[in-house]
């Protein structure tokens, strides 16, 4: 008897469980659409979730120093009218401490390396700038190393000691007349500015030196026609820059030199530009484009900020390391990209006709 009620209790449990489950499943099959639709953000509502740690240091990383201009001295032989690196300091890093900075660049990311002044070719009469040409490419490594200059005091020996480790020789040469190279500054003594750079032509190419033209457009050469003679001398670039002023260095009240003279508008410009657009090698560079684009390090290693139309310095890499002076260095990467900052830069690469 007794185990006949226990018989029938179980069968009863077992029932009352069976329907309990069936209610819950069902309960659980309601509820999923709603679960599944409080998991996504609804429309209109703004994701207030943390970005990913990847994401924001990618966001504030310095931009890297692929091409970096060392103006390593300001001292000159030539007074162009319109210079905006000028003489205000004689200093010189010592040779040990340029290449120690050098090896910190390198480290960061830096490919190219251009020294300038200044003259480059005053100090030690080119070996300073020598030891450093030949320390980039033999001990960094580097894939491209160059030089401008104006090119008045370069030495045939040069060539022969240091060639093999310059990839690009760039030679300022605003005009192809003689009495206008004076009225900018660009000869000391009687030597003749155009002759010197057909010599220097021919240097590089006897040395396998990839050489380049810079030229500075402003009031005196504006309507000259020059494509006769680059088409000759034949560069590899021919970049051509607009007078550009900064102040404290080529104008204000501060600076050592005027250059208000020698300034000429954008529509000016333009007009040289396409006077010469049937020259292959030319790179025109506006005023927006050099104040921006260009990782200048002066000749205590600092960056100079110019996107205020001044040269303000960070602190030194020497001093604070890479990352930190760059932050200040107002460089836009991307206006240096459009530019074409980067480029074919090491003669390797660049299967020229010596």
């Known amino acids: ?30 509820l999923a659409p709603l679960s599944l639709s409080l998991s996504l953000p609804l429309p209109g509502w703004r994701d207030s979730a ?53 090896a910190m660049l390198k480290e960061a990311g830096m490919e190219k390396i251009n020294f300038s002044g ?49 990839d690009i020789l760039a030679i300022s040469c605003d005009s192809f007349d003689e009495d206008v190279n004076v009225l900018i500054g660009r000869r000391q003594g009687k030597k003749n500015h155009v002759e010197n750079l057909h010599k220097l032509r021919q240097w590089c190419r006897e040395h396998a030196v990839a050489f380049k033209i810079n030229s500075v457009i402003n009031r005196f050469n504006v309507e000259e026609d020059m494509n006769e003679q680059i088409k000759a001398l034949n560069p590899v670039r021919w970049k051509v820059f607009q007078c550009l002023l900064i102040e404290g260095e080529n104008s204000g009240e501060d600076a050592l030199r005027e250059a208000e003279k020698f300034v000429i508008s954008d529509e000016d410009f333009d007009r040289f530009l396409d006077r010469h657009k049937d020259v292959s090698c030319l790179v025109p560079e506006s005023n927006q484009k050099m104040r921006d684009s260009y990782l200048i390090l002066d000749e205590y290693m600092r960056f100079l900020n110019c996107r205020n139309g001044r040269k303000e310095p ?24 459009r530019r074409g900052g980067k480029y074919v830069w090491s003669k390797a690469d660049m299967k020229l006709d010596w």
């Open 1 to 30: 008897m007794q185990l006949a009620v226990l018989g029938r209790l179980l069968s009863v449990g077992r029932a009352v469980l069976a329907a309990l489950r069936e209610s819950l499943g069902a309960l659980c099959w309601s």
């Open 50 to 102: 943390p970005r990913p740690e990847r994401e924001r240091e990618l966001e504030d990383a310095p931009p890297t120093p692929t091409s970096v201009n060392y103006h390593f001295t300001r001292q000159c032989n030539y007074k162009c009218g319109f210079c905006f690196h000028t003489a205000k300091t004689s200093f010189v890093l010592p040779l040990e401490e340029a290449k120690r900075g050098l």
């Open 118 to 166: 200044g003259e480059p070719f005053l100090q030690d009469r080119g070996e300073f700038v020598g030891k450093l040409v030949q320390f980039c490419k033999q001990e960094l490594e580097l894939p491209s190393v160059s030089i401008v200059s104006n090119g008045s005091l370069i030495r045939k020996q040069w060539f022969e000691k240091y060639g093999e480790y310059l």
């Open 314 to 337: 960070s602190k030194s890499i020497l001093d604070v390391g890479v990352e930190a002076a760059i932050k200040f260095s107002g460089f836009d990467e991307k206006m240096f990209l």
